[in-house]
Structure formats: structure tokens, C-alpha cells
């Protein structure tokens, strides 16, 4: 079965810092993934997601990812934080035979001004 | 991408009681799910709902409790029944456009149990 984990609750950057948010999965085969951001009552946003080709992939909100196959890792990252990238980061994997989308926990960015 | 349409998007319900949740698509779409989301959790999938069949649950998750219809091709509903405070939660519909990787979500329906 697929899943996914993100190992840290929270991570704390302050603006302007580099943001790296971490993701690991496990699925039976090629992995579809997906990084999703949730403000307070809101809904998801998509953010970006790796299918094939090129493993460096990038987003929206100049967000960007990488697909590390041997590691089998798509951290999420970000050059320079901004405070209004402050928000609930999930991470999701979906097997290339299902169409079920499995979540991490999801990781709590905060950016300091 | 489709955009959805999900309401209500917040409710007060009292134990006992049932409150349907209705998703609107603005694209035909062969696939949709709906999701739980607990407080401070994750996002869990309760069941995925194609059109003209019985919806598919997950484990921990009964029809009983959580019936679903698809009527058609852009409209779904969610029903949460004998509601207790442990139901609590969002809940989101989500769709997969055909031919495309992509999952858009609902804005959610948040759900208290009094």
C-alpha cells in the first residue's frame, strides 16, 4: 500500500531564509506526487506535482520540488520565505495503477518576519 | 483545472441528526472522493464515488454512516448520519480530471457536533 511521511510537525524559517519541507513516500511502482497548502479555513491548493520527465519540478507561489528516486524523497523548497507562505503543507502520493490519493500528516510551516 | 462548487461550507448539527453535503463539478469527471479531514489531522479518504455504481469505501468507513450518491457526471453528495461529536471534522470532495494527473478540492464543509 502507498504511503507517505513527513517527518517534521512544524518548521520554522524566517523571511527571506530558504524553506525546505520534507516528504519521503512508498507506493508498489512509479510514484505520481503532489504538494498541497492549506491556509486556515480554507480548502487545498494545488501546488505542484511530479508525473514523469524532468525531476526538479516547479510550482506555484514560486514553489518547487524535488523527485529523488533513489531516496525516494520530493522535498518541497523555496529560495526566499515569505511570511504569507505561512500555512499547512501536505504531501501526497498516488500509485500509478489507483487512482486513491494517499496524505502525509502534513508539516506547519511558519515564516518570522 | 475543474472548479467545485461543495456546500454548505460550514454547519452546527446536533447529535443525532444527519447533514448532506453536496459537490458541484463544472466538468463532466468519471471519478470523485470524498475526504475527512479531523481536527489537527491529516486527510483521510472516506470513499470514491463513480457514476452509476456504488460508491467504494475505506476501511473504518460504512455506507450506513456515510452514504453517497452520484447521480450524474458533475454532482455528488455525502451524508453524514447519526452524527455524533466524534464527526467533527472537514470534509472535502475532490476531483480527477480525466486524462489529467491533477486533484482539485472542494472549499470543505466544516462540521460541528453538539
Known amino acids: 500500500a502507498q504511503s507517505v511521511a513527513q517527518p517534521e510537525d512544524q518548521v520554522n524559517v524566517a523571511e527571506g531564509n530558504p524553506l525546505t519541507v520534507k516528504c519521503t513516500y512508498s507506493v508498489s511502482g512509479n510514484p505520481y506526487l503532489f504538494w498541497y497548502v492549506q491556509y486556515p479555513n480554507r480548502g487545498l491548493q494545488f501546488l505542484l506535482k511530479y508525473i514523469t520527465g524532468d525531476n526538479l519540478v516547479k510550482g506555484s507561489y514560486g514553489f518547487e520540488a524535488e523527485f529523488n528516486k533513489s531516496q525516494t524523497s520530493f522535498h518541497l523548497k523555496k529560495p526566499s520565505a515569505l511570511v504569507s507562505d505561512s500555512a499547512l503543507y501536505f504531501c501526497?502520493?498516488?500509485?500509478?495503477?489507483?487512482?486513491?490519493?494517499?496524505f502525509g500528516t502534513g508539516t506547519r510551516l511558519l515564516v518570522s518576519p | 483545472s475543474a472548479v467545485i462548487s461543495q456546500k454548505p461550507s460550514r454547519d452546527i448539527c446536533q447529535r443525532g441528526t444527519s447533514l448532506t453535503i453536496q459537490c458541484q463539478v463544472d466538468s463532466q469527471v468519471t471519478m470523485m472522493f470524498w475526504y475527512r479531514q479531523q481536527p489537527g489531522q491529516s486527510l483521510t479518504l472516506i470513499a470514491t464515488a463513480n457514476q452509476g455504481s456504488e460508491a467504494t469505501y475505506e476501511s473504518g468507513f460504512v455506507i450506513d454512516k456515510f452514504p453517497i450518491s452520484r447521480p450524474n457526471l458533475t454532482f455528488s453528495t455525502l451524508t453524514v448520519s447519526n452524527m455524533s461529536p466524534e464527526d467533527s471534522s472537514i470534509y472535502l470532495c475532490?476531483?480527477?480530471?480525466?486524462?489529467?494527473?491533477?486533484?482539485?478540492f472542494g472549499s470543505g464543509t466544516r462540521l460541528t457536533v453538539v
Open positions: 475532490s476531483v480527477a480530471l480525466d486524462g489529467d494527473y491533477g486533484y482539485t
Open positions: 501526497a502520493v498516488r500509485d500509478r495503477g489507483f487512482q486513491k490519493l494517499v
